[in-house]
Each structure stands twice: as structure tokens, then as C-alpha cells.
């Protein structure tokens, strides 16, 4: 009788179980082939132009190429590699999955962070706006991925995903200066499994509830300290907390997602006399956006959207180092995606970037392009 009220309700509304998300690598590794080679990819080709420039840019900026091998029933490998502006290439993931049973894998290797929505979820089809959000850009920051191990799973009764995994962190110090700034936060020291630097591990968690038809709400969490192979050098390293909260829903035609993220950083006072750096001791950040299709022939989708962004790497900051207000910032978009296929969009927005600095003037920009994923 629930199974039946479940599903019932599921058809009336019109909206598809939010367990059934995937990103490109779990799309790879439940590969219905019993083994072999899958291919897939994804990219993102941009044009953005700034409110009265006299010529705009236009960028291919990442073209991803998806290589999955399934040895049997239990073990797969999956690995992303990234051109980045046609000239820089990244392995962007690389791990092996031994699934134990339906509920439980085993992973190992180069992996995404489970933090937020985006940094997991960044194909370009499956977002709204040409650029990803600067919330996971600055703050989480995207696309962050170290090498690791951990388990992930579903644990079906209580409608949850878990998720968790022992990583290396991030570089803080290297070659006697400072990686870690104000501006950007921790987006500098992200190692990408790049002759990876371990001085100590982190531990990152997520869980996902998925148990209301078109809903589905996230937690997670990251703490360690920051990498250096210079651990006798006083300040050389900081602590890093992380917490992520999440939510996306959808009723038919109508979405809604939206994100808070924080972080608290220790020992920035003796990092910054260290490196002459000017690092908050906290960041945090959010959005909420709206979203709604209209449907027009086949598959085919209008869907005009708004997000609000707000982001500040200098919530708060230790001794004698004053907030920067140049990095509390708020960003408003709005926008049009126009689905023409599953996994193709042309995408159009208008962004208002603003900050809290005395006198600033807002930064407006017009972005357009092109989002495919296959």
C-alpha cells in the first residue's frame, strides 16, 4: 500500500525520484554491458562579453573526454580527461570501483570531493547559466578532486546515499612561499593528483536523502589540515572545516536548487606572517535559483531562470589582518537554456557582479554558448 501511494503520488506530480540522478561517472560505471570499453564526454564552448567592451571572448573552454572499462559484475574504472582553452590538459578523475553488493562499493584513486552540488554534478548540460556558480568556484571550490579511497552506497530503508573517503588536502606552502590567498581561498591549493604532496589525511563525508518524490537534500563535511613538505616550518600548514548543505527540487515543470557552504580555517594568523599572504580564517557562501520549462516539441525545452549568489573569503580573518571587502561578493543572473536534445543546450545570461568595497561599480557581463554531454 505505500509502494502504491508512492507511485501514485510520483505520477501526479510529474516528477522522476531524485535517486536517479547521475554524473558522467556514475553513467559510465552502471554500464548495462555485461564488460568492455564505455566512451563518453562532455563540453562547453563559451562567448562572454563585458557590459560596454568593444569585443567579446570566445573560449572552447573544456572539452572532456570519458573512458570507462567494466572487468566484470563487481569491478570497474573510470577516468575523465580535460582540454581546458585548447592548450591545458587535466586528469580531472581516475578510480577504481569494486562493488561488494547493491548497497556497498569500495573506490580508489583519483575522485571528486562530495561537497555542495556542482563540484560532483558539473557536466554543462546539466546546469543553468554558460558559467558554472562562482559560490563553487571560490568557495568549495570546483572542480576539486584528490586522490583517495572510501566507500559509497545507498542505504535503501532510511532513502540515503552515503559517501565517505580518506584524501590527501590541500597544498598550503611549497619551494618556501605561500599557495593559499584571500582572493580565492583554497582554490590554488588544489593538488588535482598532480605529484601530490601527503603530510596528513582528510576525511570527507556525504549523505543524500532522496526519500520524497522530486526531492533530494544534502549534507556533507570535510576536515583535515592543508599539505606541505616543509612540516617543521611554523605556519606552513593550516586546518581546514568544511560543511555543505544542498537541496534541489522539482515539480513539473518548476525547479528550485540552492547551496550554503562554510568553511573555518585555523592557524591563518602564523600562515600569513609565514607567507606574506592575506588568507581569511572563514568563507562561506550560498544561492538559491528558479527555474521553469516549457516544453515545446519533442523533447525540446525553453527554460528561463534567475540565481542569486552571495560569497565572502573573508567572513572573518585572525590577528591583525583586516577583511578585504573587495571579497564579500554578490552576483544576480538571468538567463535562458534552450534544450534542443538530451544532453545539448545553447545557453544565454546576463550576470551583475557587485561587491561590498566602497565605490566599486558593478561588473556586468553577457554570456552565451554551447553545453553537450554524451
Known sequence: MKKLLVLSIALVTGVISAQDIQ???????SNESSNGVSV?????????????????????????????????????????????????????????SYKKNENLSVLAGLMLVPMGIINEYHEPSTFYGVERPNVDKYIVPTTWREIGVGISGNLPNASLKYQAYIFNGFKSYADGSGVLRGKDGLRKGRQKGAESVVSSPNFSAKLDYYGLPG?????????????????????????????????????????????????QLTDTEAYNDLTGKDLGSKMNGYYAELAYDFDLKGVEKLTPFIRYEAYNTHADTAGSLAQNESYDRTDLLFGLNYKVAEGAAFKMDYQIHDNAASGNEALKILNAGVAVWF
Do not use: C, W
Open 23 to 29: 554524473n558522467a561517472g556514475q553513467r559510465i560505471l
Open 40 to 96: 563518453g564526454g562532455y563540453a562547453q564552448i563559451d562567448y562572454n562579453e563585458p557590459d560596454g567592451s568593444a569585443a567579446g571572448k570566445l573560449d572552447v573552454h573544456r572539452m572532456v573526454l570519458l573512458f570507462g572499462y567494466k572487468f566484470n559484475d563487481k569491478v570497474s574504472f573510470m577516468s575523465e580527461v580535460e582540454y581546458e582553452h585548447v592548450k591545458e590538459v587535466y586528469v580531472e578523475q581516475a578510480y577504481l
Open 215 to 263: 526531492l533530494r537534500l544534502g549534507l556533507s563535511g570535510y576536515v583535515g589540515k592543508t599539505q606541505t613538505d616543509e612540516t617543521a616550518t611554523e605556519g606552513a600548514s593550516v586546518g581546514v572545516s568544511m560543511i555543505g548543505l544542498d537541496a534541489r527540487y522539482r515539480y513539473n515543470n518548476l525547479s528550485l536548487k540552492g547551496q550554503y557552504i562554510s568553511s
